[in-house]
């Protein structure tokens, strides 16, 4: 579930092994290049944070936010995540 907190979109995604989170931000990376709306993220071996902000907006959640959150959650469905 996405948490919103200090003007950012955040959540957290565990995947069963590096190499399927991996894939799993390169799906996101595609999305992200079709709407030009691009996350902050971090990963750790089978661990993908996401954090959305839109910066052109003065760092705030916006629609554009709220629309890559949706699609980033088809894609983890996906996953099974």
Partial sequence: M???QDNHL???FTFKDFKEAFAFMTDVAAV????DHHPW???SYN???IRL???DAGHTV???D???AQRIDALAERYGV
Avoid: D, G, M, P
């Fill in 10 to 12: 955040t959540r957290s």
């Fill in 53 to 55: 902000t839109t910066h």
């Fill in 32 to 35: 992200a290049e079709e709407i």
């Fill in 47 to 49: 661990k993908v944070k």
């Fill in 2 to 4: 996405w948490t919103e």
């Fill in 62 to 64: 916006t629609q554009r």
């Fill in 41 to 43: 993220w971090s990963n």
């Fill in 66 to 68: 709220h629309v890559l």
